[in-house]
């Protein structure tokens, strides 16, 4: 444990906890961590809208089968015209955007500015992050027939999930996911300037309470 410490310490971790059959055997913090603050989970946050989008399908309300612009004809222009939900998921959409994280002023660099995770420069145009999709450009080529992992995916199935479910991100994700688990602290997601969750890495929660979740996996679904 005393060598685990200094490695956690030595990367700069927060927080770093194991559960074993169901039960918290060690936790440690450091940094920004501690057992009752919210820490933000980035990707898994995508996990996490893969784990809700499970639990609407099987209430009827997504057909996986079914094409994205069933739910929004708003992206009838875009990338995503022609793909099914399926697609989606699995990140299997013909698109053309270029996952850079070095990237300072190309398409990753807007997609940042939209989803107001980075300061928009001054005159620059922002319609937001669900503007930003509409425009997503297409690649020529088929949907579901490469794996392209592209971060915005995931924002559209935060939408879908929204207009299916018939609420925001936020209060589906406590109503099907937190609560079942017996969640013991808020969490929280990050909007865009208009109120649009950043459901491809914004959501922030406490590591117990991540842990709850991750048990439910392990039991099927079960709590």
């Known amino acids: ?11 700069q971790s927060d927080c770093f906890a194991v559960m074993k059959d169901g039960k918290l055997v060690y936790d440690w913090f450091g940094g920004f961590g501690a057992p009752d603050r919210q820490h933000v989970v980035f990707s898994i946050t ?18 996986p089968e079914q094409p994205i612009t069933d739910y929004l004809g708003e992206l009838s222009n875009s990338a995503y015209a022609g793909a099914t939900i399926r697609n989606l998921l699995d990140m299997q959409i013909a698109s053309a955007f270029i996952e850079d994280y070095l990237d300072t002023d190309g398409i990753f660099m807007a997609y940042r500015r939209a989803s107001a995770w980075n ?13 930003f999709l509409t425009k997503m450009p297409a690649l020529n080529v088929e949907h579901g027939k490469y794996h392209h992992y592209c971060s915005p995916h995931s924002d559209v199935l ?5 207009r299916s479910g018939g609420a925001s991100f936020a209060e589906l994700f406590s109503r ?12 929280y997601i990050t909007l865009d300037t208009f109120g649009a969750p950043r459901v491809s890495g914004g959501l922030c929660l406490t ?8 048990q439910m996996v392990c039991n099927a679904g079960a709590v």
């Open 1 to 11: 444990r005393q060598q685990l410490s200094k490695f956690l310490s030595a990367s």
């Open 46 to 63: 995508k996990s996490m809208a893969s784990l809700l989008t499970g639990v609407l399908v099987g209430k009827g309300l997504i057909d």
């Open 119 to 131: 300061p928009i420069e001054k005159g620059d145009y922002n319609g937001g992050l669900r503007d």
């Open 158 to 162: 935060g939408w879908v999930i929204e």
């Open 176 to 187: 099907h996911i937190l609560v079942p688990c017996g969640a013991h602290h808020e969490a």
């Open 207 to 214: 590591i117990h309470d991540l842990l709850r979740i991750d």
